[in-house]
């Protein structure tokens, strides 16, 4: 393991990648780049210099595939002004559209392909484009050391698993991105342990269902490693390594992992649930296999165990079949919540799952908008009820830079994941400082120092 930087070398033929959708996919890109740069490639950042232009892309939603399309577009004007630039479609979306994209682009790769990156950038012609779209039962990329592409130097993430078992009924993802699949928890501590050698003060180990991290060891059950147990491995190789984690399932969220948060200072405060609706009969539909009271009955644990804990969620708005009923649910279980933020979508129909063959879209569009929007508006209000229980408090910030508006001050995440900002003693990425929350916004924390 020796990969963290990425190479700029004039001399190598030049890699230019731009990333998509979710944190997942943005370790992935690291993946591939360690990947190519091992076999010689180098990371450019400027398309127009670029030997092979990546996009690695993102299926969940209709907008996320649109958008690449247009990029397809752009990156089709640099072939025209250099002679051999390769453009490629690597990710979930190559995964999903396959020959369609290949009869656009040179390369198409799917996200458990990456190893054969090199020999496919190889044997492309211009009349013979390459695709390989194979999906893997093992694929772990657990020996490949990725290439950080973060700014900062200070946070980064670890894939602890791949895929995705459940088969929510709106999701693309288990199309995409196959069957579940855990790593080695050794090569993922190894991996933690460079990162804070190399001066990393954060993890966030990342899955589409952490909870369901199992290592099963051929040696017998004394080996075998789950989520709760991995978490520890890792919060233990020092008390200033930070661990954050994403994304937990209601379904699966354990009590033994919330017992493991509170037990360690530097497992952060934090859990982002997915609640996707309010409504029980949508939940159902949805096949999310817990319904509103579960949901809320995890939420009462948590916040028995870690009363700070930081609490963060996605909505869809206007599922099939959607009334007003199940909309208002939504929103009441908002406001009871209280999450501190949340991702918030119209649901968007993806050929191929479980909802698309059983249920029509039949929330018209205007409709799913405006519930949209009344859940976006509440989020606002919610978030900042929940910034202003903050007042008062003292916290401990990791430092992620100056803050964006005022080169004066700095910023960084307090445990909760909660955004503050202070004025700076000279400190820098990496450090910790300890803050006295003054006033806040929906978005952030406004902090005097202490
Ligand atoms: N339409 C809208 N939102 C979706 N998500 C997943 N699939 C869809 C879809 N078809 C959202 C879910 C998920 C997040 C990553 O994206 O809220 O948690
Ligand atoms: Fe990530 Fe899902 Fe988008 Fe794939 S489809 S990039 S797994 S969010």
């Known amino acids: 393991m020796q990969n963290i930087k990425p190479i ?7 890699v230019y990648i731009e990333t998509y959708g979710c944190q997942m996919n943005v370790n992935d890109s690291e993946v591939i780049l360690s990947i190519l740069q091992d076999a010689g490639y180098a ?16 299926s969940i939603r209709d907008n996320a595939e649109q958008r690449i399309w247009g990029r397809i577009d752009q990156f089709k004007i640099q072939k025209k002004k250099r002679d051999g630039v390769v453009i490629g479609i690597v990710g ?3 995964e999903r559209l396959k020959d369609k994209l290949l009869e656009a682009v040179d390369l198409v790769a799917g996200p458990d ?3 054969s990156l090199p020999e496919l950038l190889e044997a492309i012609t211009p009349s013979a484009p390459q695709i390989n779209v194979l999906l893997s039962h093992e694929e772990t990329y657990a020996d490949i050391s990725p290439v950080r592409l973060d700014r900062n130097g200070v946070s980064a993430f670890i894939s602890i698993m791949r895929g995705c078992n459940n088969v929510c009924s709106y999701c693309v993802v288990p199309y995409t991105r196959g069957a579940e699949r855990s790593r080695d ?3 993922i501590v190894m991996e933690a342990e460079e990162l804070f050698a190399n001066g990393y003060k954060e993890v966030t180990l990342l899955g589409q269902n952490v909870d369901s991290y199992f290592w099963k060891t051929p040696e017998g059950e004394a080996g075998n490693v789950n989520f709760a147990q991995l978490l520890e491995m890792v919060a233990q190789i020092s008390p200033d390594l930070r661990v954050r984690f994403s994304t937990s399932h209601p379904k699966d969220i354990s009590d033994e992992v919330i017992y493991m948060m509170a037990k360690y200072e530097n497992i952060c405060k934090h859990i982002h649930l997915p609640v996707q609706s309010g409504s029980s009969i949508m939940l159902e539909k949805m096949r999310r296999k817990y319904n509103r009271e579960w949901y809320l009955e995890r939420v009462e644990k948590i916040r028995s165990v870690i009363p700070d804990c930081g609490l963060t969620t996605d ?3 206007g599922f099939c079949g959607e009334t007003i009923q199940d909309h208002q649910d939504t929103l009441t279980l908002m406001e009871q919540v209280v999450f501190d933020s949340a991702f918030m979508f119209a649901y968007s129909e ?3 799952t479980l909802a698309s063959k059983k249920y029509p879209d039949d929330i018209p569009y205007e409709v799913k ?8 508006a509440l989020q606002g209000r919610m978030s900042l009820k929940s910034n202003e229980k903050e007042v008062g408090k003292v916290l401990k910030v990791l430092v992620e830079g100056p803050s964006k508006k005022n080169p004066d001050e700095l910023c960084g995440r307090a445990s909760s994941n909660k955004m503050c900002v202070f004025p700076s003693r000279g400190e820098k990425a990496g450090d910790y400082c300890e803050v006295e929350v003054v006033s806040v916004t929906s978005a952030t924390l406004l902090c005097k120092r202490i």
């Open 8 to 14: 700029s070398d004039p001399a190598r033929p030049q």
């Open 369 to 376: 908008t405006e519930r949209l929007n009344e859940i976006i």
């Open 185 to 187: 928890p050794h090569t």
């Open 113 to 115: 392909s990456y190893r």
């Open 350 to 352: 993806r050929p191929g």
């Open 92 to 94: 979930c979306m190559a």
């Open 315 to 317: 909505v869809i708005a």
């Open 43 to 58: 990371l450019t950042e400027d398309i127009e210099k670029a030997d092979v232009i990546l996009a690695n892309t993102c």
